[in-house]
């Protein structure tokens, strides 16, 4: 599960989103079966290598989302490694270097986003990794709508460098 807290930044608050190392799986259709009627965000990263963004590298290539339990989490890390989802990049870099991936569950993401639609929360998370790495995730064809931003007061922000330290290279 995830993890998630308040920090205090002078005299301010402030929510920090962290993943869970006990929540890496590799990419397998073993681990995908675990997570079949889960809905949330996904992370899919390179095992060995990080793909040099213009701000910073990172080894995270795609987020995505799941909006129902019938296109759950896991089928959706299905679609992707079958190659039904048309993204041949996941394919690509998973036949090539091997990938990893964890979620975030949208029982989570609601105590912290305050919103019943998933793909609001997808827009914050790209949108977010844009400002932090200079471009979406390299795997990603489409950015999320700016329309679609949850309106917060206060803005949780994403370890992003979990993924970096995760990364085996």
């Known amino acids: 599960m995830p993890d998630g807290g308040w920090i205090r930044r002078g005299l301010?608050?402030?929510?920090?989103?962290?993943?869970?190392?006990?929540?890496?799986?590799?990419?397998?259709?073993?681990?995908?079966?675990?997570?079949?009627?889960?809905?949330?965000?996904y992370f899919i990263f390179l095992d060995n290598l990080l793909?040099?963004?213009?701000?910073?590298?990172?080894?995270?290539i795609y987020i995505g989302m799941s909006e129902s339990s019938l296109n759950s989490i896991g089928n959706r890390l299905k679609d992707h490694l079958s190659g039904r989802s048309n993204n041949q990049g996941i394919k690509g870099y998973y036949q090539k270097w091997g990938l990893s991936f964890t979620y975030l569950d949208y029982e989570f993401l609601k105590h912290v986003f305050s919103t019943i639609r998933i793909e609001p929360i997808e827009t914050y998370f790209l949108e977010d990794f844009a400002q932090e790495y200079g471009t979406y995730p390299i795997c990603n064809n489409k950015r999320g709508f700016a329309e679609n931003m949850p309106n917060l007061s206060q803005k949780p922000q994403i370890e992003w460098r979990f993924f970096e330290e995760s990364n085996d290279k």
Do not use: D, H
Not at 51 to 60: D, E, F, G, Q, R
């Open 51 to 60: 793909i040099p963004y213009p701000y910073n590298s990172s080894p995270l």
């Open 12 to 41: 301010e608050l402030a929510m920090i989103i962290r993943f869970n190392k006990k929540s890496l799986y590799k990419f397998n259709t073993n681990n995908f079966a675990v997570l079949s009627g889960y809905t949330g965000l």
